[in-house]
């Protein structure tokens, strides 16, 4: 039970960013490419760029709101 209380709720920016990367890149995939092998290049592509791209957009969000949580906290 450890293991899937892990998986469920031990989220972090890093994982965040990739399975959005990931689900946008399939579904942007499907509208641009017609076969599968073009659709596989395509994901590839698109899972890096957006994985790289979401992780910097989050680390900064992440990193403004626990500076926000602390101000708070401090008050």
Do not use: H, P
């Not at 994982?15 to 946008?24: D, E, K, P």
């Not at 599968?36 to 992780?55: A, D, S």
């Not at 680390?59 to 403004?64: H, Q, Y």
């Amino acid at each position: 039970m450890s293991v899937l209380r892990t998986v469920l709720f031990d989220w972090d920016v890093n994982r965040v960013s990739r399975i959005t990367a990931v689900g946008l890149a399939l579904y942007i995939s499907q509208d641009i490419a017609d076969e599968f092998l073009t659709e596989l290049v395509v994901v590839i592509i698109l899972c890096g760029t957006l994985n790289i791209v979401l992780n910097i957009v989050l680390n900064r969000l992440w990193s403004l709101v626990v500076r926000i949580s602390d101000r708070l906290k401090a008050e």
